[in-house]
Structures are given as structure tokens and as C-alpha cells.
């Protein structure tokens, strides 16, 4: 063989393949953030929050108390355990109701769950929902925790062509939701009857057939969980729109009123949730809010709410219960609070938050009226808060004089 055929040729020298940005996040500031797109094709505006849960990712993105919002997850590996037709709270998922965007630390990786029906990605997509992958999170959650959350619109072109000063223009142009009643927009369009119990393992959901007492839920953007867990107390559950009337309400004779989580500002929805809740508190039924419906109850007895400056939104959130002294760790989401010294004296705070003190429940004094800003469903998070749906139950045996529930 001659020197020529053993010598072997230097490839030439190749660019750098540098990966184009397929979504961004343009803030209201002009801020732009690239990174990758994930789910839907398209943009959205709304406004960016940070959740600090570690799992939960789907019951958190179809929770329709983030309709106008924009996730922020700061655990970095999300997608793991794909997705399933289970794990979703909004009650009508064809409306596709929760955050209309998502944005992630990492890429997504293959599902590794029993459960796992699809990948997150195709969820994604198959729910309308704009994601963008491959960013700090931890400098967007320390932007956002030092300047409050922001508007934004988040866009993904798999083309990576976007009209930036467009898209600014968009993010600066937005109203943001304070004054914004987005429960109009997600309530049942009609009344409806709940039954569903929670989930057992290996099992999957069950349901109510003998039912020992009525509740009706006001859907301001109520989650399955929270329904299941009252049907699993024995109750059926009539759900009703968010605008319908103390007296229709009382003309189904319920045994307790149920005030539903929700999206949006809590005093543009007052306007016509907070009477219809006056009216029914006179005639002293049961009744437990929980969030927006937290909120309304504040307002419909002489409390302001305001907006909060980052919100809390994650699954490690530690509240103190006043009425029992104990700390639980609990799932909250929300953007506007309680005003505690906004409080008459005929309301006391039950509840509050172990990370700034805020309000997180109040209670009627003499009534059988309470309510908590945290999630005490754990769809997701811990269960701690669950002696709550028991706490509501025991006034409903309590004014017929049945025998009590352990609330623990």
C-alpha cells in the first residue's frame, strides 16, 4: 500500500451549530427572555408567577384559579411522570380553563409512570397551553420576587420568527388582572350534579350513592378535588354558576353553601358574587370558602382584599391555625389576600401565613361561617388541611344534631 492510500483527510473545520430560540418571554419592561418552545404554537398574554411545588405539575396548570397566568415552575425537572386524564381540576377541559402558559427549567424527558398516558409535551399542545424550556428560572423567580409579577406575553414559533417589538408593545398594552372578573369566564354554564369521590390507589375515583346531606357549590373556577372530598363526606353536590341567585340557590334547599376557588380579582367579581353571598348568609346555613371564595366572604362581611406583590403559589407553604394552635404545610394559589386590619369585629382571622403573616382564613363569629385562602384539597400538596372539609361537615351534623366527626 503506498503513502498516499494510508494517509487519511482532515475534515474541514465546521461552525458552531448554534440552536435558534423557538420561544420567548417578552415582559412588560422589554425584557426578553429565549429559550426553546414546548406545547402549543402561539403566544399568550398574562401575567408571570413562580410555583415552588415539586410535583403536581398537571393539577397545577389545569387549576382554574391560574386562568391569566403564566407558571413559572422552579422545580427543574417537569414533565417526569408525563401526563393522564386523572390528574386535571378544571371540570370542563374541553374549555381548556388554567394558566395559558408554562415555562420550565429543563427540557422534557420521556415519561417513567405507571399512570403516564402521554408525554407532557403533546398535553401541552393538545390543551392550548404555550411553554418555553431551556432558561434560568431562578434568576426569572428572583426578577419576579424582587419586582413583583409581571406582565408578559409568551410566544413559541417552531420557526423561531417573532416580531419583538410586537410582542413588547402586546406585554406593556395589557391591563394586568386587578379589576379583571375572570370567573364569568370559567363557570359552569349550567347546574349540575357532583358525585365523585377521591381517588384510592390501584382503584381510581369512586362514587356517592347514598348521600346524607345537600351542599351547594357557587363555581367561581372550582377544582374536581375539592368537590370529591365533600362528596366523599357523604354529600351530594349541586354545583351551580357563579352568577346564580341566593334565592334559586336556597329554593334547592341545600344543608350548606360552598363559596369555590377562582381566577382573578376578587373585587371585580364581588360586584355581583358579593350580594348573592350576603343574602345567603342571612339565612344562616353552613358555609366554607375556600380562596376567591375566601376572598368574597371577607368582602361580603366588611373586608377589603388587595393585590399582592409576588402572591403565593406552591405546595410548601406553612399556615397556623389559631383555632387549634397547630402549623400545617399547605398548597396555596393565589394573587391578591385579605386585608387583615380591614377586618370588623365580627370576623376573626383564623388562619395565617408562616412566610409574611398574611391573612389565610377568617371565621363569623356565632355563625356557622368560615373560610381559608390555601387549597386544602392537595390537588396538589400535602394533605394536612383536609380536617377542613370535616370542620364544614360538623356544622352541618352540629345544626341537626347528629354526631360529630373526628376532624383529625
Not at 407532557?120 to 420576587?145: F, S
Not at 381510581?204 to 346531606?213: A, D, S, V, W
Not at 357549590?217 to 362528596?231: E, T
Not at 345567603?280 to 362581611?301: R, V, W
Amino acid at each position: 500500500m503506498d503513502q498516499a492510500t494510508e494517509t487519511t483527510a482532515t475534515p474541514a473545520t465546521q461552525p458552531w451549530d448554534d440552536e435558534i430560540a423557538t420561544a420567548v418571554l417578552v415582559l412588560a419592561d422589554g425584557t426578553v427572555i429565549e429559550g426553546k418552545g414546548l406545547g402549543a404554537a402561539g403566544e399568550a398574554v398574562a401575567e408571570v408567577c413562580f410555583n415552588t411545588a415539586l410535583t403536581g405539575y398537571q393539577e397545577i396548570l389545569t387549576d382554574p384559579s391560574y386562568v391569566g397566568q403564566i407558571v413559572t415552575f422552579t422545580f427543574p425537572h417537569i414533565g417526569n411522570i408525563g401526563a393522564n386524564n386523572e390528574d386535571i381540576e378544571d371540570l370542563t377541559p374541553a374549555a381548556r380553563n388554567g394558566a395559558v402558559g408554562a415555562i420550565f427549567k429543563a427540557d422534557i424527558t420521556n415519561p417513567s409512570n405507571y399512570r403516564s398516558a402521554s408525554d407532557l409535551d403533546t398535553w401541552l399542545k393538545k390543551r392550548g397551553v404555550v411553554a418555553l424550556a431551556g432558561i434560568d428560572t431562578r434568576a426569572l423567580t428572583a426578577l419576579i420576587r424582587d419586582k413583583g409579577a409581571p406582565n408578559a406575553v409568551i410566544a413559541h414559533d417552531p420557526n423561531g420568527k417573532f416580531d419583538i417589538p410586537a410582542l413588547q408593545a402586546k406585554a406593556k398594552a395589557w391591563s394586568g388582572l386587578v379589576g379583571l372578573d375572570l370567573a364569568k369566564d370559567v363557570t359552569s354554564g349550567q347546574s349540575s350534579v357532583w358525585n365523585e369521590t377521591p381517588w384510592a390507589w390501584n382503584e381510581g375515583f369512586g362514587e356517592q350513592t347514598e348521600p346524607t346531606m345537600h351542599v351547594v357549590a357557587i363555581d367561581y373556577g372550582v377544582k374536581r378535588n375539592i368537590l370529591r372530598l365533600l362528596s366523599g363526606l357523604g354529600a351530594k353536590v349541586t354545583v351551580v354558576p357563579a352568577s346564580t341567585a341566593a334565592e334559586d340557590i336556597l329554593a334547592m334547599k341545600p344543608d350548606g353553601i360552598f363559596l369555590s376557588n377562582g381566577p382573578g380579582d376578587p373585587e371585580a367579581t364581588g360586584e355581583y358574587a358579593v350580594p348573592v353571598i350576603q343574602d345567603l348568609l342571612k339565612a344562616d346555613l353552613p358555609t366554607f370558602g375556600i380562596c376567591l371564595g375566601h376572598q368574597m366572604l371577607a368582602l361580603a362581611l366588611g373586608g377589603k382584599t388587595a393585590k399582592m406583590h409576588q402572591g403565593h403559589h406552591g405546595a410548601n407553604h406553612p399556615v397556623k391555625d389559631h383555632t387549634t394552635g397547630k402549623v400545617e404545610i399547605v398548597s396555596m394559589n393565589h394573587g391578591f389576600a385579605v386585608d387583615s386590619q380591614s377586618l370588623p369585629e365580627a370576623v376573626e382571622e383564623t388562619h395565617i401565613s408562616l412566610f409574611d403573616g398574611s391573612n389565610c382564613g377568617i371565621a363569623l363569629k356565632g355563625k356557622p361561617v368560615f373560610s381559608v385562602q390555601h387549597h386544602p384539597e392537595a390537588s396538589p400538596g400535602p394533605q394536612d388541611s383536609h380536617y377542613l372539609f370535616r370542620r364544614f361537615v360538623n356544622l352541618i351534623h352540629e345544626r341537626r344534631g347528629e354526631p360529630l366527626l373526628a376532624e383529625r
